[in-house]
């Protein structure tokens, strides 16, 4: 049987494009900005040839790899997602000389190995693409080597994601060893019958998956990492493995876990209660941004799970709706960071955002509407993402879960205040450089005009995403 | 109607916050001031405009504007009837007060503060329009961010902690509001108001959704016990902050009441009606009681407000003709009297800075303009006949005593306690031996002052004595609005 290479065609532009600027990494000295600019491009034309390819549903390499709507949707929800992380964050890199070559070719593989995430059908390659992605990662946590605090980030996540990591690859084998089969359409198949050792591997699954996209009580690494890594990897992980992960996460529950859903149900349930309420819970006592942000990630994931939790193809759109609203958040959220900078370093902490919305009022009002985004205020886009989660959720008659989530909102946006109040109400205590960041003021421009302008076309995003499930 | 014109009123104040945003000449605010001015009153006159050419003699709403909104299941519908309109009026009112307070008032930050208020007067009137669940919650919730940094940017030193209760109590309140809409949504499949009227929501759940609605609307109210956060955010927030605050914001929850409660779950508002009264009563009283007490002016008229919101509660749940307009009346008035008190109190904050009323004592023979304006508005509070403030109470009342002699004689006990704060009120403040000599070398009201509280004043006694404009207006809605209950009522009591 020939395959039809064409439908690869993303992944080795990605992976021919990698090899290429290592070899001219290795081989021209001080090439960083070079390199960058053309890890840039590479994404970039990732992406349109993405928008190129059909959305028909198609398998190939023995029905292990996919190609569909939803593969694609995910697939450029990541690279845009990863261009701005990696764009806006380029003074930054430089100011903090992590000026590598290697930075930006990392990230392309880890987004090469997210891209097998969200296309496998089969747990072999998934567990690849994972693997892939995962180490990546490790690097790019320690990436700031002489920073203390940067390795220890490192280690940490490294210790505790090859425990994962461990746990998901064993339930992988016994998922192999009950069904006869890795290929994602066959087991599904086989657990329609009674199969109780299935459910064994399938809680050990999840536990791998809850543990990539950081929900309770899988989050531990997720303060430390994101506290000492530096911040422009943090803003990477923040956005780009949670995509990830997330995809895979639904789509384990849509199609090899689909005849199982009373069993996972009750787990995603826990999980994403557990996630609402550390997330709103654990943030209002820290002081440092990132760390904050960590905490509040969780709490997300928590309102994408209530999504999942729903065990219906509604329940999941919404969890997309979400995730990708999550991740326009986010993106803004984090370019907000790159431009606290005073005498050359950047400020994390929340009390030095004290009264800057005097010197710097565009600043200050693009904080606001981010972090009243992030609370989930209408009319902001926050407001809509939650609408629509809750919305699935209360048609599943689960009125525990939705009130819950929506009680948590409110402890959540108390942390959220404090911030804006540090803000607005209290007096001015640092004026920060006028920095030249164009990029991060870019991102932080449309992330604020989408968050404000999406009330007038809710059903944009949403129609899109309502195509993705339809094969 | 072809021309949008209910979403031309929500978005021209919205519209024209963006261009202060951009107005250049931060040393000068005349010209923010200038735009948001004109803006407003714009809107006024465009609202009053609405008001004229919109038909009393239909129940139906008129100005209908449908747009496909959230997919293809919840539509951005807006309409008005004859009780919408008179809030919308009030909003646009108010709006234009409160811009010319701030030219006194506030001197840090101008067009910044000039921005929050247009802006949360787009999402007021957005509040009164809307004809859809999801779209009455957009707006209901989005007004607590300006409200929010108006308290807290520009109020007085317990600003924070003022800003978060008021934020995190009526959130907390709100987000039931929100699992009920959804729900709601399953049941009866659309958020669409006028389509729910129709349809009728089961009784089994109408309990529940009542007791969610009713969960943020008393907070907004607010009802004892949910009113502590009340005082705080008076007190701390700027004048006109506090105005508005007085003025529309607590009358959203009155208009919930009408708009959602009593035709959505009739049965539940049934139901639930001796859990009102005896909550009204307990505002009316306790609350006055309290009044009584205060030391600072502020948080003594906010307790009144809780006082008088208590009548429109309790009036409301009478399902009268008479307790219905009658509390709409009441929140029409005391929209404008306590909108007018918390600017009388703004006048003399802003020369001495002070809001306790040890401070004053006297007033009357350094500023007699303000002291004839002030008690005007006092009497008014008491509910003086001659004054709006009396045929709410009066209405209110007759309506009581049609359902419940011992709650309408509670309620009357109330009467007598308003008359009894508001008078003393007037004597520490307006009356009395002059003890501080700052007092003596004060300036009677300048004229943007005289301005506001004039208009205010008219108002107050004309509607008074002339109030056929308001209820001819009401009227008919009001009427379809008690013979849908009575009916669905009646159908229960037949099964």
Redesign the interface.
């Known amino acids: 049987m020939i395959n039809n290479l064409n439908i690869l065609l993303p992944e080795i532009f990605l992976t021919l494009s990698i090899f290429s600027i290592l070899m001219i990494g290795v081989f021209i000295k001080n090439s960083f900005n070079l390199i960058f600019n053309l890890s840039s491009a590479i994404i970039f034309l990732t992406v349109v040839i993405i928008l190129n390819t059909s959305n028909n549903l198609e398998k190939i390499f023995l029905e292990s790899f996919t190609r569909d709507a939803f593969s694609n949707f995910f697939k450029i929800l990541i690279l845009i997602s990863s261009l701005f992380v990696l764009n806006s964050s380029k003074n930054y890199i430089v100011d903090k000389k992590l000026t590598k070559f290697e930075y930006p070719i990392i990230i392309l593989i880890s987004i090469l190995g997210m891209f097998f995430m969200v296309s496998s059908n089969d747990i072999i390659l998934f567990y690849l693409g994972l693997e892939l992605q995962s180490l990546s990662l490790y690097i790019l946590a320690s990436i700031d080597r002489d920073n203390l605090k940067s390795s220890e980030s490192g280690i940490k996540y490294f210790v505790l994601s090859a425990l994962s990591s461990g746990l998901l690859l064993y339930g992988c084998s016994l998922l192999y060893g009950f069904t006869g089969s890795t290929n994602f359409d066959l087991i599904a198949n086989e657990l329609g019958k009674e199969n109780t050792g299935a459910v064994f591997a399938m809680v050990f699954i999840l536990v791998g998956l809850a543990f990539k996209v950081s929900a309770v009580p899988f989050h531990m690494w997720t303060p430390d990492v994101y506290e000492g890594a530096p911040t422009s990897i943090t803003s990477y992980f923040a956005v780009v493995p949670k995509v990830a992960g997330l995809a895979v996460l639904i789509k384990f529950m849509l199609i090899p876990f689909s005849k199982i859903l009373m069993e996972w149900q009750t787990i995603i349930i826990f999980i994403s209660i557990a996630s609402m309420i550390l997330g709103a819970v654990a943030a209002i006592g820290q002081k440092n941004i990132k760390r904050l942000l960590a905490y509040s990630s969780i709490g997300h994931i928590g309102y994408a799970l209530a999504g999942v939790a729903t065990g219906v193809i509604s329940g999941y759109e919404s969890s997309i709706v979400y995730i990708s609203i999550y991740v326009v958040m986010n993106l803004g959220a984090f370019s907000c960071l790159y431009l606290l900078k005073k005498d050359g370093e950047y400020k994390e902490n929340i009390s030095d955002l004290s009264g800057i919305s005097k010197k710097h009022p565009i600043l200050a009002i693009s904080f606001l509407v981010i972090l009243f985004s992030l609370a989930g205020i209408p009319p902001l886009g926050g407001f809509f993402a939650k609408f629509y989660v809750f919305t699935a959720v209360v048609e599943q008659q689960m009125y525990a879960l939705a009130i819950i989530g929506l009680l948590t909102t409110v402890i959540s946006a108390f942390y959220y205040l404090k911030i804006i109040k540090t803000i607005y109400f209290d007096d001015s205590v640092i004026s920060f450089d006028n920095t030249k960041n164009k990029f991060a003021q870019l991102s932080i421009f449309i992330s604020c005009s989408i968050l404000l302008t999406f009330f007038l076309y809710p059903s944009v995003l949403s129609n899109v995403v309502d195509t993705l499930f339809l094969n | 109607m072809d021309f949008p014109i209910l979403s031309t009123l929500i978005f021209l104040p919205l519209v024209s916050s963006l261009f202060i945003f951009i107005s250049r000449g931060q040393k000068n605010n005349n010209s923010a001031i200038y735009i948001s001015l004109f803006s407003s009153l714009a809107t006024f006159i465009l609202s009053l405009f609405v008001w004229y050419s919109m038909d009393y003699t239909s129940a139906d709403f008129q100005f209908l504007e449908e747009q496909?909104?959230?997919?293809?299941f919840i539509k951005f519908k807006l309409g008005i009837d004859g009780i919408s309109i008179l809030f919308i009026v009030l909003t646009t009112l108010i709006t234009p007060i409160c811009i010319i307070s701030c030219i006194n008032s506030v001197k840090d930050?101008v067009k910044?503060f000039l921005i929050a208020i247009l802006i949360l007067e787009t999402f007021m009137i957005g509040v009164f329009c809307s004809l859809d669940l999801?779209v009455f919650?957009?707006?209901f919730?989005?007004g607590?961010?300006p409200m929010?940094?108006i308290i807290?940017?520009w109020g007085g030193p317990r600003?924070?902690y003022s800003?978060?209760k008021f934020?995190?109590f009526t959130?907390?309140g709100s987000?039931?509001m929100?699992?009920a809409i959804?729900?709601i949504?399953?049941i009866t499949g659309t958020t669409d108001v006028t389509q729910i009227y129709e349809i009728k929501i089961p009784k089994e759940y109408q309990n529940l959704l009542w007791l969610a609605f009713f969960s943020s609307f008393a907070v907004k109210t607010p009802m004892w016990p949910v009113h502590t956060w009340l005082p705080d955010a008076h007190v701390e927030a700027p004048t006109a902050g506090s105005v508005i605050l007085a003025a529309i914001l607590l009358k959203m929850a009155g208009y919930g009441f009408l708009r959602f409660s009593l035709p959505m779950f009739p049965l539940a508002s049934e139901f639930f009606t001796p859990l009102i009264f005896t909550l009204s009563i307990i505002a009316i009283i306790y609350t006055s009681l309290v009044a009584l007490m205060q030391e600072d002016m502020k948080k003594l008229i906010a307790y009144s407000s809780v006082a008088h919101m208590g009548y429109v509660t309790l009036g409301i749940f009478t399902f009268t003709k008479q307790g219905i307009e009658g509390s709409i009346f009441q929140m029409i008035s005391h929209g404008l009297i306590s909108a007018a008190l918390f600017l009388c109190v703004g006048v003399v904050y802003d020369r001495l800075h002070s809001r306790m009323i040890s401070t004053y004592g006297g007033l009357v023979n350094y500023l007699p303009k303000y002291s004839f304006l002030f008690i005007v508005f006092a009497l008014a509070g008491l509910g003086l006949p001659g004054t709006s403030g009396f045929l709410g109470e009066f209405l209110v009342l007759t309506g009581t005593f049609q359902k419940n002699y011992l709650v309408a004689m509670l309620a009357t006990f109330g009467v007598v306690l308003g008359a009894a704060y508001m008078l003393w009120l007037t004597k520490r403040v307006i009356f009395g031996v002059t003890k501080n000599d700052q007092i003596k070398n004060l300036k009677d009201v300048n004229k943007s002052e005289m301005i506001m509280l004039g208009i205010l004043a008219v108002l107050v006694i004309f509607f008074g004595f002339y109030p056929v404009p308001l209820m001819e207006t009401l009227n008919v809605s009001v009427d379809n609005l008690i013979n849908n209950y009575e009916t669905a009522v009646q159908i229960e009591s037949l099964n």
């Open positions: 496909s909104w959230i997919n293809d930050r910044e999801v919650y957009l707006f919730e989005a607590l961010i929010f940094l807290g940017v600003r924070v800003a978060f934020f995190l959130l907390l987000v039931l929100l699992v959804i729900a949504y399953w």
